[in-house]
């Protein structure tokens, strides 16, 4: 049973330009949650989605970023026109909806905008 | 919201126990969790709790206190290999699983 799984590992775009990254979620989990890592800082949520349906979108930001969950294929979290400040790790995570789950992760998308 | 404060950094040598603690404000509890992280790597699960107490697997043992706002994660014979960052993450009633985390603790384990 494949764990979740995210691509590309890393990902180097310029400036303006537009980053899309995949997540799997894990065989079974109808449940994803993107989060983003800033160095030296926590993880943050972003987004909860599930299929064709986005449950929670109160940390993305409100400009270039989405998200998708389609009913077929991986989800994807997509920036547009990206700036510096967008060079993080993405972190992906999966789970069922019960109760005393945990989410499991992805190894992350490490973007670097230069 | 919640507030989730950890320390920055934690030392301890081979062999030693290290308690690191985690303390949160939130408006509707619903579950805390631990996750161990390495450098470069994906955040792995180590313990959850919803309910006050301790819960022990192996070396790592977490503890709630609901009442405080308060939990600690254990680790005891430590080894080089649990070199880390460790993340307090809060979830939140009705917040359909997404976890909001602490800035995470990092572990130096020294010979």
């Known amino acids: 049973n494949a764990g979740v799984m995210q691509n590309p590992r890393h990902l180097v775009r310029r400036r303006g330009q537009e980053a899309r990254l995949r997540c799997s979620p894990m065989?079974?989990?109808?449940?994803v949650y993107w989060y983003r890592q800033l160095p030296e800082e926590g993880l943050k949520f972003m987004v909860y989605l599930q299929k064709e349906n986005i449950i929670d979108e109160s940390g993305m930001p409100k400009e270039r970023f989405s998200a998708e969950f389609p009913k077929e294929g991986p989800s994807i979290l997509r920036i547009q026109q990206v700036v510096r400040g967008d060079s993080a790790a993405y972190f992906c995570?999966?789970?069922?909806?019960?109760?005393?789950?945990?989410?499991?992760f992805g190894q992350g998308t490490r973007l670097t905008v230069v | 919201g919640q507030n989730i404060d950890q320390p920055t950094e934690m030392t301890a040598t081979e062999g030693a126990i290290v308690q690191i603690n985690c303390t949160y404000q939130t408006s509707g509890f619903n579950g805390l969790f631990w996750y161990q992280q390495h450098a470069g790597e994906a955040p792995t699960f180590l313990s959850y709790n919803v309910l006050d107490g301790l819960e022990e697997k192996g070396r790592f043992s977490s503890f709630l206190s609901r009442s405080k706002g308060y939990s600690y994660l254990l680790l005891k014979e430590l080894q080089m290999k649990d070199s880390a960052s460790y993340l307090c993450?809060?979830?939140?009633?009705?917040?359909?699983?997404?976890?909001?985390f602490g800035a995470g603790t990092q572990v130096v384990v020294t010979p």
């Open positions: 993450a809060v979830r939140e009633y009705d917040s359909w699983g997404k976890l909001q």
């Open positions: 995570a999966s789970s069922t909806l019960t109760e005393n789950t945990e989410a499991f």
């Open positions: 065989k079974g989990h109808s449940h």
